[in-house]
Protein backbone atom coordinates (compact mmCIF):
# COMPACT_ATOMS: atom_id res chain seq x y z
CA UNK A 1 0.00 0.00 0.00
CA UNK A 2 2.62 2.37 1.26
CA UNK A 3 5.73 0.69 -0.05
CA UNK A 4 6.01 -1.24 3.06
CA UNK A 5 5.97 -5.03 3.52
CA UNK A 6 3.93 -6.91 6.00
CA UNK A 7 7.63 -8.12 7.17
CA UNK A 8 8.70 -4.75 7.70
CA UNK A 9 5.92 -3.94 9.75
CA UNK A 10 5.61 -7.15 12.11
CA UNK A 11 9.18 -6.98 12.57
CA UNK A 12 10.47 -6.01 16.56
CA UNK A 13 13.43 -3.44 16.55
CA UNK A 14 14.96 -6.38 18.55
CA UNK A 15 14.71 -8.76 15.37
CA UNK A 16 16.25 -6.18 13.12
CA UNK A 17 19.27 -5.30 15.67
CA UNK A 18 19.67 -9.14 16.10
CA UNK A 19 18.87 -8.72 19.94
CA UNK A 20 17.35 -10.62 22.38
CA UNK A 21 14.55 -9.12 24.23
CA UNK A 22 14.83 -7.92 27.65
CA UNK A 23 18.51 -8.32 27.50
CA UNK A 24 21.39 -5.52 27.56
CA UNK A 25 22.67 -4.28 24.55
CA UNK A 26 25.88 -4.05 25.18
CA UNK A 27 26.74 -2.64 21.36
CA UNK A 28 24.59 -0.27 20.75
CA UNK A 29 26.24 1.60 17.61
CA UNK A 30 25.72 -1.74 15.78
CA UNK A 31 22.57 -2.48 16.95
CA UNK A 32 21.35 1.19 15.75
CA UNK A 33 23.09 0.93 12.35
CA UNK A 34 21.41 -2.62 11.49
CA UNK A 35 17.78 -0.38 12.72
CA UNK A 36 18.85 2.51 10.37
CA UNK A 37 19.78 0.35 7.50
CA UNK A 38 15.82 -1.51 7.45
CA UNK A 39 13.90 1.44 8.35
CA UNK A 40 16.28 3.80 5.26
CA UNK A 41 16.95 6.01 7.91
CA UNK A 42 20.85 5.54 7.22
CA UNK A 43 21.99 9.66 8.40
CA UNK A 44 19.76 9.43 11.86
CA UNK A 45 22.13 9.87 14.78
CA UNK A 46 21.15 8.54 18.41
CA UNK A 47 21.37 11.98 19.69
CA UNK A 48 19.30 13.72 17.02
CA UNK A 49 16.45 11.12 18.43
CA UNK A 50 17.50 12.28 22.08
CA UNK A 51 16.89 16.41 20.43
CA UNK A 52 13.72 15.49 18.54
CA UNK A 53 11.92 14.02 21.74
CA UNK A 54 13.17 17.01 23.75
CA UNK A 55 11.72 19.59 21.27
CA UNK A 56 8.47 17.77 20.94
CA UNK A 57 7.55 17.12 24.45
CA UNK A 58 8.79 21.07 25.54
CA UNK A 59 6.85 22.17 22.48
CA UNK A 60 3.26 20.21 23.83
CA UNK A 61 3.96 21.70 27.27
CA UNK A 62 6.30 19.54 29.24
CA UNK A 63 8.02 21.77 31.82
CA UNK A 64 12.31 22.21 31.47
CA UNK A 65 12.66 20.32 34.64
CA UNK A 66 10.58 17.75 33.64
CA UNK A 67 12.39 17.23 29.86
CA UNK A 68 16.07 17.31 31.94
CA UNK A 69 14.71 14.52 33.98
CA UNK A 70 13.60 12.38 31.80
CA UNK A 71 16.90 12.86 29.65
CA UNK A 72 19.26 12.29 32.78
CA UNK A 73 20.71 15.70 32.30
CA UNK A 74 22.59 16.88 35.30
CA UNK A 75 22.56 20.74 34.72
CA UNK A 76 19.24 22.64 34.29
CA UNK A 77 21.54 24.82 31.45
CA UNK A 78 21.56 21.54 29.56
CA UNK A 79 17.99 21.48 28.90
CA UNK A 80 17.91 25.25 28.58
CA UNK A 81 18.62 25.03 25.18
CA UNK A 82 14.99 23.90 23.93
CA UNK A 83 13.40 27.04 25.91
CA UNK A 84 12.70 28.70 22.79
CA UNK A 85 10.52 26.08 22.50
CA UNK A 86 8.12 26.46 24.75
CA UNK A 87 4.67 27.77 24.58
CA UNK A 88 4.80 31.44 26.40
CA UNK A 89 3.69 30.44 29.83
CA UNK A 90 2.07 34.34 30.11
CA UNK A 91 0.10 33.45 26.42
CA UNK A 92 -1.45 30.32 27.97
CA UNK A 93 -2.29 32.29 31.20
CA UNK A 94 -4.00 34.93 29.62
CA UNK A 95 -5.29 32.42 27.23
CA UNK A 96 -6.94 29.95 30.26
CA UNK A 97 -8.06 33.77 31.71
CA UNK A 98 -10.56 34.50 28.50
CA UNK A 99 -11.74 31.22 28.25
CA UNK A 100 -12.85 31.30 32.40
CA UNK A 101 -14.88 34.58 32.10
Known amino acids: MFGVS ?9 EVAGVDSGQPIHEMQKAWQ ?9 DV ?3 DLWHTFASV ?5 ISLPVVGALLGHHQPRTTARYAHLAVDPLLGVAEWWERSC
Open 57 to 61: AVMNG
Open 45 to 47: RIH
Open 6 to 14: LKAITTTWQ
Open 34 to 42: KIRKFAHIE
